[in-house]
């Protein structure tokens, strides 16, 4: 599918305005329960869910973001092609082909949001959908054995295929995706730990271009827009919120633009 549109600075354009009808006509089989979608408006950056009049509106008053190339919010696969701008990607995960190692990173990400406390209980946390959210519920010894007794094995894969089909089969289910997190350990576990490593490198990925060659390499700062990010998209963020070591509130603007100030 052709993208080029959204680079557009004449947002008055014939060109222009039929894009952002057809890109509309594309979101219409993905609305959530009160009918609406994200908006990847510049101002929104999809994290603000509205009426498909309202996104309408905005990217036609607003640019389009440009980092949102792969539209899987809107009904495109997660591993369909897009442009290769290497300007606009992270480097987090590219260049790693262990799966181990990228679930490693990821979950080091994890780590900085919950401050680095060990967990109390076993809990199962929801990997959220688009724009609605649930609280994490207990879930007790025996439901995790019949959890891991039942789950079918998946085959490992690499890359972006790791997480092919996710937001396709959270967004069909209207279910989410439990993770375990065991007593006194960090990282979560399970059949659903490399999904939930794949869904925060998507976001990072998609929503928060750097330059930085691993987790470990992002200055302080930039780590505190990511984690805003992400625990927009957590169901775990009101109770984790108060043991990161910084405050930060994203508000509406783009991440490049936060990254300027």
């Known amino acids: 599918m052709d993208k080029s549109w959204i680079w557009s600075n004449n947002k008055s354009s014939e060109e222009y305005t039929n894009r952002v009808s057809t890109f509309i006509n594309l979101s219409r089989s993905h609305l959530n329960d009160e009918n609406k979608t994200p908006c990847p408006c510049t101002d929104?950056?999809?994290?603000?869910?509205?009426?498909?009049?309202?996104?309408?509106?905005?990217?036609?008053?607003?640019?389009?973001?440009?980092?949102?190339?792969?539209?899987?919010?809107?009904?495109?696969?997660?591993?369909?092609?897009?442009?290769?701008?290497?300007?606009?990607?992270?480097?987090?995960?590219?260049?790693?082909?262990d799966s181990e190692e990228d679930d490693d990173e990821m979950f080091d990400v994890i780590e900085d949001i919950t401050g680095g406390e060990h967990g109390t209980k076993k809990k199962a946390i929801d990997i959220p959908n688009n724009s609605t959210t649930t609280q994490p519920t207990e879930s007790?010894?025996?439901?995790?054995e019949d959890l891991d007794s039942t789950t079918p094995t998946k085959k490992r894969t690499h890359g972006q295929n790791r997480s092919k089909g996710t937001s396709k089969l959270?967004?069909?289910?209207?279910?989410?995706?439990?993770v375990t997190v065991?007593?006194?350990?960090?990282?979560?576990?399970?059949?659903?730990?490399?999904?939930?490593?794949?869904?925060?490198?998507?976001i990072l990925k998609n929503h928060a271009p750097l330059k930085y060659k691993g987790w470990k390499?992002?200055?302080?700062?930039?780590?505190?827009?990511?984690?805003?990010?992400?625990?927009?998209?957590?169901?775990?963020?009101?109770?984790?919120k108060a043991k990161v070591p910084y405050n930060h509130r994203g508000g509406s603007k783009s991440f490049i633009l936060e990254q300027k100030e």
């Open 170 to 178: 959270v967004a069909d289910t209207k279910n989410k995706l439990p």
């Open 182 to 202: 065991k007593k006194g350990e960090l990282h979560p576990v399970g059949v659903n730990a490399s999904q939930l490593a794949s869904e925060i490198g998507f």
């Open 217 to 240: 390499n992002v200055p302080p700062e930039d780590k505190a827009l990511i984690h805003t990010r992400i625990k927009k998209r957590s169901v775990a963020a009101a109770k984790n």
């Open 140 to 144: 007790t010894q025996n439901e995790q």
């Open 44 to 97: 929104c950056g999809n994290f603000y869910s509205h009426e498909l009049e309202t996104v309408e509106r905005h990217l036609s008053v607003n640019s389009f973001s440009k980092s949102y190339t792969n539209w899987v919010y809107h009904g495109e696969d997660e591993t369909a092609s897009s442009f290769n701008i290497d300007d606009l990607e992270s480097d987090i995960n590219e260049d790693n082909e």
